[in-house]
């Protein structure tokens, strides 16, 4: 028969501890990364206009990735302050806990590449296709652009493709990383 535990103030305040700190910013940072990547910008491409949904996305995934580097930053101090091994054994990715701290790197690095790098590219070269399209009077993809049109298109499909690379590589990370904590736990010693 399972045990039965009645609620209590003090119960509750044991609620607050490191390990419910480190699974609710894992909860936050997974469901968003999950949301941002498969739901959330679809929907907004199939009910905007183009030119407004790029405008949405330049301003929206800035902060996404800044909250993802935050919180994948976060985790990784917790990780390492429950998992003291990882600095011991560093060089040494298939030793589980360190393997989970470089899962955490890889998410904090993709976002940062994608904030810092890619993601501004990308703007640039939206907004500097959007402009040329007004100067030539023709939509992107209409045939006949001119060359300059053409190599923008190139520029923007291959810096939206290694951005969206980026932002897979970080939600399979964490993805990996639920597994690893669902089956372990988040403890340490």
Do not use: C
């Given at each position: ?86 600095l011991v ?69 291959s810096l ?30």
């Open positions: 028969m399972a045990r039965v535990q009645l609620l209590s103030i003090a119960s509750l305040s044991g609620l607050f501890n490191l390990n419910a700190v480190y699974l609710t910013g894992y909860a936050w940072l997974f469901g968003m990364s999950v949301w941002v990547t498969f739901f959330g910008g679809i929907i907004a491409y199939r009910a905007l206009p183009r030119h407004q949904f790029g405008a949405l996305q330049h301003k929206t995934f800035p902060v996404y990735f800044v909250l993802s580097m935050l919180l994948s930053s976060g985790l990784m101090a917790i990780w390492t302050f429950k998992h003291p091994d990882i054994y560093l060089a040494r990715p298939n030793v589980a806990d360190v393997a989970q701290f470089y899962a955490l790197a890889t998410v904090f690095s993709s976002q940062a590449l994608n904030y810092f790098v890619i993601g501004p590219l990308t703007s640039k070269t939206m907004f500097q296709r959007q402009r040329l399209e007004k100067e030539e009077g023709k939509v992107y993809n209409d045939p006949g652009v001119s060359d300059e049109m053409k190599a923008l298109n190139r520029r923007f499909g939206h493709g290694i951005s969206s690379l980026a932002n897979l590589g970080a939600v399979l990370a964490l993805g990996f990383h639920g597994l690893w904590i669902g089956n372990a736990g988040v403890k340490g010693y």
